[in-house]
């Protein structure tokens, strides 16, 4: 998992609440992804992160926001959540050396 | 758009069966194709990565293969182990070092 953590895993709130959730990473990475997987969809891209508070958008923006004032920590913030935001959230970040995209064990969001 | 699709979504098969998994993709213009597996509940995890320029990458009993004139992928999982269940998802890098996922194949190995 490349030292990859997500807090918290999992996470009740009604809607209209804001909600944030953080990914940690202990190797320095550079690029760091937030994902949501929900059945029929797959995963698809919310925002990524290619350096410190160097971010942009992906697929699913609207409705979140992402910070990262240092490289280690990403953070997704859902300003008001709605029910169409209940979801398993992924955080990944992107292996210097290899190319490959290494996951956080997710966190599952209901918004009631 | 990148559309990526899986097929089939869901397989059964009997222990020590040999197996192959299918991606197709529509823009040729990928950076590199990766295989995951997804394990129920739990983050995903890297298999095999093949690079635009290679053809295959081989690990144990996989083995995946990139062709991009005709926009597929396939793994092939040899004398599969019912440690092997497991959805397995193909995912393509485009710019941005961006991902665009398939929906995924659910195996299941039967004893």
């Known amino acids: 998992d490349a030292g990859i953590t997500q807090s918290p895993r999992h996470k009740v709130t009604e809607t209209g609440t804001p909600v944030t959730l953080r990914c940690h990473q202990t190797?320095?990475?550079?690029?760091m992804y937030w994902y949501r997987q929900d059945p029929g969809h797959g995963l698809r891209l919310i925002h990524y992160s290619y350096g410190v508070k160097d971010t942009d958008k992906g697929e699913v923006s609207d409705g979140y926001s992402v910070s990262r004032s240092k490289t280690e920590d990403f953070l997704l913030t859902l300003e008001s959540a709605t029910s169409s935001q209940t979801s398993v959230y992924f955080c990944?970040?992107?292996?210097?050396?290899?190319?490959?995209?290494?996951f956080g064990p997710g966190t599952r969001l209901t918004v009631l | 758009k990148q559309e990526v699709t899986q097929i089939p979504a869901a397989l059964s098969v009997p222990e020590g069966e040999n197996l192959v998994l299918n991606c197709s993709f529509t823009?040729?213009?990928?950076?590199?194709l990766q295989w995951f597996r997804q394990d129920p509940g739990k983050g995903l995890t890297s298999l095999l990565l093949i690079q635009s320029s290679q053809r295959e990458q081989t690990s144990g009993r996989l083995n995946a293969s990139l062709d991009k004139s005709s926009g597929r992928s396939t793994l092939y999982i040899a004398a599969s182990q019912p440690g092997d269940s497991a959805t397995y998802l193909c995912a393509f890098t485009g710019g941005g070092n961006k991902l665009t996922f398939g929906t995924g194949t659910q195996l299941k190995v039967e004893l």
């Open positions: 190797e320095n990475h550079r690029y």
């Open positions: 990944a970040a992107l292996g210097g050396n290899t190319d490959t995209q290494y």
């Open positions: 823009d040729s213009a990928i950076y590199n």
